[in-house]
């Protein structure tokens, strides 16, 4: 993407993201997702991370909505955050603070376009590969996921069910390195835009070009299966990366979350 993202870009990456988010939450048990009048959605998974149970706040923020959101979320029993693209607002943090979210962390959200393809990379690192995971070896993909990120292993295998991983609109990856799966991703792809998730290397595998050649394979991949158009968050870790391959700047998304 060579000129800078406009609104409408931006507009459609974020309802991609939570369509993906949406499919995620179809498959997998426990987990809701639903969106009031105003546009306030509720996403709970379930999952102890702050960020991945979220009351996002719509554009046009109905506090009144806002508020009747977070009580919901506040007695479901996991880490939560109240979820806005941009800055927040002085009422929107009054609001927050009354439901204890008081602690504030931001993350991008990054665009890339698919006509920038022929600048990525198509070598890996020698003795890796890059390729597909499917149901029969979520354990494969669950245990590098949980190296990969140092999460507990009972919380990679939800990012691992067979129903995800067989599923036709969603691809696991690993880079094998010798054999063994040392690197992973995740694309979730909704009309011509791609999700990247769970992308991951445990600490003793980084700064090879691992992930990197990974990356690459998956944009690779989804651009064959349709995708013009996709978008990540991710941490200042991997954001450098991202930004070489062509990804911008969409906008910043701030989380209020508990202090404790």
Request: net charge negative; proline share 6%; glycine share 8%.
């Amino acid at each position: 993407m060579t000129q800078p993202i406009d609104s409408a870009a931006t507009d459609a990456a974020v309802n991609a993201l939570f369509a993906t988010i949406s499919r995620l939450v179809e498959l997998s048990d426990g987990m809701r997702l639903r969106q009031g009048a105003a546009g306030t959605r509720l996403v709970f998974t379930g999952l102890p991370t702050a960020s991945l149970n979220i009351v996002s706040v719509g554009p046009d923020a109905d506090l009144g909505e806002v508020d009747a959101f977070a009580k919901e979320m506040s007695a479901m029993g996991a880490p939560w955050s109240i979820q806005s693209r941009g800055e927040v607002d002085s009422a929107l943090l009054e609001l927050a603070a009354r439901h204890g979210r008081t602690s504030s962390s931001t993350l991008p959200l990054l665009i890339w376009d698919a006509e920038l393809l022929p600048t990525v990379p198509a070598s890996v690192p020698e003795g890796t590969t890059v390729r597909e995971v499917r149901g029969d070896e979520a354990e494969v993909y669950a245990a590098a996921l949980a190296a990969g990120f140092g999460m507990p292993k009972e919380v990679a295998d939800l990012f691992s069910l067979p129903a995800l991983l067989d599923a036709p609109d969603m691809t696991a990856f690993v880079l094998d390195l010798n054999g063994a799966a040392v690197a992973t991703g995740f694309n979730i792809i909704t009309g011509d835009q791609v999700g990247l998730y769970n992308g991951s290397v445990p600490p003793q595998h980084r700064g090879n070009g691992y992930y990197r050649a990974l990356v690459a394979a998956r944009l690779r991949h989804a651009a064959a299966s349709g995708a013009r158009y996709a978008f990540t968050q991710n941490t200042p870790m991997s954001r450098p990366l991202y930004e070489s391959l062509g990804f911008q700047l969409a906008e910043t998304w701030t989380y209020l979350t508990s202090a404790s």
